[in-house]
């Protein structure tokens, strides 16, 4: 009855259209069900809008935990190969310091050969080893 009221002192015809519309419109059932079906449909389609949203938002989540596990794989391997490079390193010096001490080796054996043609004696010849 306000909305009546309204229409009655105001002269505005589109409110006044409005308001004979509203009431033909809820006088046909088939139209209040039309119009009940609509608004159930528009509230649908916001869940949906919010949920699309929402799972955009976790997909770019998603996406930008893979672009930082992927930088830190990244890194990893770079170290990885850091690492590698060093123990490709660690080998050569270790392989050169056996070459070294296999030449040591074959002088003081080379040593110890002179000393003995030389006539110096086995115990002599330990005690110079042990001192070198």
Same mark, same amino acid.
């Given at each position: 009855m306000a909305a009546e009221a309204m229409a009655?002192?105001?002269?505005?015809?589109?409110?006044?259209?409005?308001i004979v519309r509203i009431r033909t419109l809820s006088a046909d059932e088939k139209a209040?069900?039309?119009a009940y079906q609509r608004e159930l449909?528009?509230?649908?389609?916001?869940t949906w809008e919010k949920n699309l949203k929402k799972?955009?938002? $976790?997909?770019?989540?998603?996406?930008? $935990?893979?672009?930082?596990?992927?930088?830190?794989?990244?890194?990893?391997?770079?170290k990885i190969k850091n690492a590698d490079? $060093?123990?490709?390193?660690?080998d050569e010096k270790m392989k050169n310091a056996d070459e070294k001490m296999k030449e040591a080796d074959e002088k003081l054996k080379k040593a110890a050969d002179e000393l003995r043609k030389n006539g110096v004696s086995e115990?002599?010849?330990?005690e110079i080893l042990n001192n070198i």
């Open positions: 009655q002192k105001t002269n505005v015809p589109e409110i006044q259209d409005a209040r069900e039309l449909a528009l509230h649908e389609k916001a799972a955009e938002e $976790k997909t770019r989540e998603a996406e930008e $935990k893979i672009k930082w596990a992927d930088e830190k794989i990244k890194n990893a391997d770079e490079e $060093k123990m490709k390193n660690a115990e002599r010849i330990a």
